[in-house]
């Protein structure tokens, strides 16, 4: 069975430092993606990044990148020049294709809470 | 384009009542999928509509079900409520829920049971 595992039940960070978020993954199919989610206190799950396993580089959207190691099936957040609105819960997850089809499913790491102090 | 939207965003029960809670994916989006999150059990899926079909189904009881209409919406339903159906509820959309889709999530609905 896939699993995510997220180390780290919260950190802090100063703003405008970097940080990195951390999170393994289990799987033995040869196809797979993971996801970053940012939830706020309000509840909502905010999309950050996605690497496919396939991609041949990290992903990067704006602040935010992925290090991607597939030998060590790790999938790290980093999170450039942090903000007092990066404050929050952050998930990692992975994509289950349970019918083996085109449909999935997310399977989420239990989550990182980050705090960004002034 | 407006995000994925779930109404009501609370809801307070009592044990053994049912609730019904609606969700409209973004704009063009066909497939929804439903999420729970509780602090005990962390983010779960429920099931997932693509076409008004279920196509997957995660290990809950048969007292949670769902269903999805014509114009995508869809509902997902609690019967005879727990103490324990306490929690956030998401629903995410996607373009047709292709591997290289990415699920998009509302406000989650959070239910409280007492």
């Known amino acids: 069975a896939q699993k995510i595992t997220q180390t780290q039940p919260g950190m802090f960070v100063q703003e405008k430092e970097a940080v990195t978020l951390d999170c393994t993954y289990d799987?033995?199919?040869?196809?797979?993606?993971l996801f970053w989610y940012k939830q706020p206190s309000s509840g909502e799950m905010i999309f950050l990044i996605y690497?496919?396993?396939?991609?041949?580089q990290n992903a990067t959207e704006g602040r935010y990148s992925l290090n991607f190691q597939k030998a060590r099936k790790s999938a790290n957040l980093v999170i450039s020049a942090s903000q007092l609105g990066d404050s929050a819960m952050y998930f990692c997850?992975?994509?289950?294709?349970?019918?083996?089809?085109?449909?999935?499913?997310?399977?989420f790491g239990s989550g990182t809470r980050l705090l960004v102090r002034p | 384009k407006a995000g994925v939207t779930q109404t009501p965003r609370y809801l307070i029960k009592t044990r053994g009542q049912q609730v019904t809670l609606s969700c409209s994916p973004i704009?063009?989006?066909?497939?929804v999928s439903w999420y729970q999150q509780t602090p005990g059990q962390g983010l779960q899926f429920l099931f997932e509509?693509?076409?008004?079909?279920?196509?997957n189904k995660g290990n809950f009881p048969g007292r949670f079900s769902g269903r999805q209409f014509s114009n995508s919406r869809s509902e997902m339903n609690v019967s005879t409520l727990e103490l324990g159906d306490s929690a956030l509820y998401l629903c995410a959309s996607s373009l047709v829920g292709r591997e290289t889709d990415t699920q998009y999530f509302g406000p989650g609905t959070r239910l409280t049971v007492l």
């Open positions: 509509y693509f076409s008004e079909t279920q196509r």
């Open positions: 799987t033995s199919d040869p196809s797979y993606g």
């Open positions: 690497q496919g396993s396939y991609d041949q």
């Open positions: 997850a992975m994509r289950e294709s349970p019918r083996g089809d085109s449909s999935y499913k997310l399977i």
């Open positions: 704009s063009g989006h066909r497939s």
